[in-house]
């Protein structure tokens, strides 16, 4: 609850000071590269045959 | 709050194994797990698919573990809380990790989870969740009250899909998992034609009393926040409905139609129109329920607060709830790798993703690694999740359900939802009827149980 409610007045501050959220932009981008390796490290080489090989039978 | 719980059908492959069918997978991940269960074989339940007589166990928390057609499934105990829900969900994916794992050192093939709902290649599988309603409670206020419901709740629920149309024939990204699958208003069907409004009855309890509502639209959720949700704003709205409170009418013009287009609408801006003429758009009929909930005054404060503070972050847009529900958090993901990489909807790498996404196993599932790093929050914590797998809830007959099994196993001759057949000290046999979900004693329950047992 409290987390949740901590969060919320974060937005409200995000959402009235919209110069600030720009100039985080570029490091927004930088932490999108490393996640994207963090991403990369966790995801099968053959992404063609990961797809392919994914065949299910129809349930409920 | 009504009586729920919720079954989720995952999705099961062997990569380096392609002649294992999928059916003896799923046995395989059901007789495998090794926790507080009844051995699959002792148990007599009356399906009608043999594979599911022999791959079926009741575990020591009062969930359901077996094979449905051609996927494991995990049947929660009975809860009476969208928290609990949440918890033995969440330990159902725990349970069905760990039996995979098991599963796969004694084929000696990986064997991967996942808790998804399409292979975007024209199956679907599902999710549902069942509450507990009077049988009083006229249908067609069930219909009409919720069918804008569940069209409209999809950006909150949704789990997020790389393709479009059943077999994923056009390129794109929608918000559900689930959307395309429904070609019906009403219907009891679950794996054809699959109806918005499902009419199967099935109450496994006092019929005269109770009807159980089997809600099969909703996606599986690997997001807490939607897992929450999904089952608290259900629950309230049904509960709303059930006492009889008069809601705005917001029958809608076409709810198969806009349930395809808000499933589309990343945004979650487009007006659907409604019968009466007006239009608003999916987080404006959802406003309506929320506040309807509100002024009727019988719903969880936590739901009611989590409800309207995800509306206000979606009226933002999809990156300001990026941090907390699934489909904004794989499509702000993949238009990442978009731009970096330069990707088509189309391709091979975005579609992995959607899939991985959905992986149970840590190594390899990209929502976990999404929470590793700190880009999604959750709302339980794994000493929560182990307390749902060891303890059945204690105030719901799964008490004396999951109690039975756990700690007096060898006396557990059969089991059903609503009946549990116990072997008595001399031999014989004794079924004890467990016919109301939610006894106002489970423990005397249990205590009456145990002196069949051992007088």
Do not use: M, Y
């Given at each position: 609850m409290t987390e949740r409610v901590q969060r919320r007045k974060a937005a409200q501050q995000d959402q009235s000071t919209p110069i600030e959220t720009q100039t985080a932009q570029p490091r927004t981008s930088v932490d999108y590269d490393a996640l994207l390796d963090q991403i990369d490290a966790v995801l099968e080489s053959d992404a063609e045959e990961y797809v392919r090989s994914f065949v299910q039978k129809g349930g409920q | 709050m009504p009586v729920l719980g919720v079954e989720t059908e995952y999705g099961i492959t062997a990569l380096a194994a392609p002649e294992l069918s999928s059916a003896l997978l799923s046995a395989a991940v059901v007789t495998s797990y090794?926790?507080?269960?009844?051995?699959?074989?002792?148990l007599d339940w009356s399906d009608h698919f043999p594979l599911e007589d022999l791959h079926n166990r009741v575990l020591g928390n009062g969930a359901r573990l077996y094979v449905d057609h051609a996927h494991p499934e995990y049947a929660t105990p009975e809860v009476t809380s969208a928290r609990a829900g949440l918890l033995h969900d969440l330990a159902g994916d725990e349970v069905m990790r760990r039996a995979g794992q098991a599963a796969s050192e004694a084929l000696g093939t990986t064997i991967r989870l996942y808790k998804?709902?399409?292979?975007?290649?024209?199956a679907s599988y599902g999710y549902h969740e069942n509450y507990l309603l009077r049988r009083s409670t006229p249908w067609q206020r069930i219909v009409d009250g919720f069918t804008p419901f569940v069209v409209s709740r999809l950006p909150l629920i949704g789990a997020g899909r790389v393709g479009l149309g059943q077999h994923g024939e056009e390129a794109g990204f929608q918000i559900?998992?689930?959307?395309?699958?429904f070609e019906a208003?009403?219907?009891?069907?679950?794996?054809?034609?699959?109806?918005?409004?499902?009419?199967?009855?099935?109450?496994?309890?006092?019929p005269s009393r109770w009807r159980r509502l089997h809600v099969i639209t909703g996606d599986a959720n690997r997001s807490h926040t939607s897992t929450l949700l999904r089952i608290g704003s259900a629950a309230a709205v049904l509960a709303m409905l059930e006492d009889g409170t008069r809601l705005p009418s917001l029958a809608l013009a076409d709810p198969l139609r806009a349930l395809r287009t808000v499933s589309r609408?990343?945004?979650?801006q487009t007006p659907i129109p409604l019968a009466d003429g007006r239009q608003l758009t999916a987080l404006q009929l959802q406003g309506e329920y929320l506040d309807a909930v509100v002024a009727w005054g019988g719903a969880d404060p936590a739901v009611v607060e989590l409800w309207h503070e995800t509306l206000q972050a979606l009226a933002q847009g999809p990156e300001e709830v990026a941090d907390r529900l699934d489909w904004a958090a794989k499509w702000q993901l993949m238009q990442q790798y978009r731009r970096r990489?330069?990707?088509?909807?189309?391709?091979a790498r975005l579609a992995q993703i959607d899939l991985q996404y959905a992986d149970l196993d840590p190594h390899t599932s990209v929502y976990d690694a999404l929470v590793g790093a700190g880009r999604l929050r959750t709302l339980a914590t794994p000493a929560e999740v182990e307390l749902a797998i060891a303890e059945p809830p204690a105030d719901t007959r799964a008490f004396v359900r999951g109690r039975l099994v756990r700690d007096h196993g060898a006396s557990v001759l059969a089991v059903t939802w609503d009946a549990i057949t116990l072997r008595t000290a001399a031999g014989g046999r004794v079924v004890l009827a467990q016919?109301?979900?939610?006894?106002?004693?489970p423990s005397a329950g249990l205590d009456a149980a145990l002196k069949v047992i051992s007088p």
């Open positions: - | 090794d926790g507080a269960a009844t051995v699959a074989s002792d998804n709902n399409t292979d975007g290649k024209g559900s998992q689930r959307a395309d699958f208003l009403v219907g009891i069907e679950t794996t054809i034609r699959r109806p918005l409004i499902n009419s199967r009855d099935e109450p496994h309890s006092t609408d990343l945004t979650c990489s330069g990707l088509e909807w189309s391709a016919s109301e979900p939610a006894p106002a004693n």
